[in-house]
């Protein structure tokens, strides 16, 4: 049974990861607030089922809960919270030997024409064919670039923020998502039957 | 939406495993750890810039230029390969320790080789005039036996080729004003011969470097003698 105190409710994560260290079911909340985002993240950059992702959900909120007292103030909650669920995406899939090939759900349709549209695939594809079309091709991508136009265009993160959740330099981020654009492009136009089978 | 109450079941799993937040300290502690290691190699990779220096400003390599049989062989063997992969190797280590840390990260590669080499270069030059580079040759000579003393003290393998006509020791004895006895990294006992009159310029237990043609089993003939660099004059090598 939680017992959940109506004031945390109000409070912002970063105040929630400091009262969750002496009230453990102040974390419900924080759990609450983020698992719905790092579920649909988790499914974006893995080769995981549903059910799966709720295994892998669990284990992301104890690192979490862990790693209370490691987190630094000076960034965003979010940050952290997806850097940790990414580290631990990842390492999943690793062990696995898998290649992830990712899901995305519906209600990503307007993110993944923000990707279509910077990537240029849109002048040549109908509307409705696109999100198809973009999914198809997020999935025949190296996962580091998938990873990257994922964290940009579908959770929707600065420079800064992809930095810190992926410990790169800005420059580098920078330059993982010039070479994603790249490969994304090169993909579709080296398999133009993507947008004739949807 | 998930069907799973998560919270519930994260919030169980804490509660049946004792789960606790790891202590404060341990992050300072690990953070810390990183960044004193991080240091040390860095003062490493300057220990090993400060015997880089040395070799770069004693003359061997305008003795050896000058009146080697085989010059630009004796070079590329006498060179400090050792304590240039030291130097790399150490600020690798540096770079991974550092990236490791909380902010760490937003350093690249090429920002931390420009910051970890600039460090060590001053700290080199720092340590040099201190006379560091000196001490850590004198240390290995004294303490290290071959192999690995050439392995570190690679000028001492190059002047310890008496078959291609260099020779390196400590003098013992003057035999007379051409003649002396010496002997060598190795242990070795060499007599040496030259045209030169020794006994101006050379004195038992001091170190000397020389250029010649080996003549006997255990005889040398040196065409030209130098003092082996050093700020303290005598040295004995390890006997064997």
């Given at each position: ?198 | ?58 003359d061997d390599?305008r003795i050896v230029l000058e009146s080697a049989r085989h010059p630009?062989m004796m070079?590329?063997k006498g ?76 000028r001492m393998m190059m002047w310890s080729d008496p078959d291609r006509g260099m020779l390196a020791g400590t003098v013992l004895?003057i035999r007379d004003a051409q003649t002396f006895s010496l002997q060598d990294a190795e242990?070795r006992m060499w007599m040496v011969r030259t045209d030169q009159n020794v006994?101006?310029f050379i004195?038992?237990?001091v170190m000397i470097r020389s250029i010649g043609q080996r003549i006997g089993e255990s005889e040398f003939f040196a065409v030209r003698i130098s003092p082996w ?12």
């Open positions: 049974m939680i017992h959940l105190d109506p004031e945390w409710l109000k409070k912002t994560d970063e105040d929630l990861i400091r009262i969750s260290l002496t009230h453990r079911d102040a974390f419900a909340v924080l759990v609450e607030r983020y698992q719905a985002k790092l579920k649909r993240y988790v499914l974006r950059i893995s080769d995981v089922g549903s059910e799966e992702a709720d295994d892998l959900l669990q284990e992301i909120f104890i690192k979490i809960y862990k790693n209370l007292n490691g987190f630094d103030p000076e960034q965003k909650c979010s940050s952290w919270v997806y850097r940790i669920a990414h580290n631990t995406a990842v390492s999943h899939y690793r062990k696995r030997n898998a290649r992830p090939e990712g899901h995305l759900e519906t209600g990503d349709e307007s993110l993944l024409e923000r990707l279509a549209s910077e990537t240029d695939i849109s002048k040549d594809v109908e509307a409705r064919e696109r999100t198809s079309a973009v999914q198809h091709i997020l999935s025949l991508m190296d996962p580091k670039y998938r990873e990257i136009l994922i964290l940009k265009f579908l959770e929707e993160k600065d420079y800064h923020e992809i930095s810190f959740i992926l410990k790169k330099p800005m420059g580098t981020v920078a330059t993982l998502i010039h070479r994603a654009k790249k490969q994304f492009k090169d993909i579709a136009k080296s398999h133009p039957s993507i947008f004739h089978t949807i | 939406m998930t069907d799973r109450n998560i919270e519930n079941e994260v919030l169980e799993t804490i509660r049946e495993h004792n789960i606790k937040p790891t202590p404060r300290w341990e992050f300072t502690l690990k953070d810390s750890a990183i960044w004193i290691s991080g240091i040390l190699c860095i003062l490493i990779g300057a220990m090993a810039t400060s015997v880089l220096i040395s070799y770069a400003r004693i390599w630009a070079i590329l060179l400090p390969y050792f304590w240039i992969l030291c130097l790399i190797g150490f600020l690798g280590i540096a770079y991974v320790n550092i990236r490791n840390t909380k902010r760490g990260y937003i350093l690249s590669l090429g920002a931390f080789a420009a910051i970890g080499i600039g460090a060590s270069l001053i700290l080199g030059v720092i340590l040099y005039d201190a006379g560091f580079g000196n001490i850590i040759e004198r240390a290995i000579i004294k303490s290290a036996r071959p192999p690995m003393m050439f392995l570190m003290h690679p004895d242990g006994s101006t004195k038992p237990r660099p050093d700020r303290t004059p005598i040295f004995f090598p390890p006997p064997r």
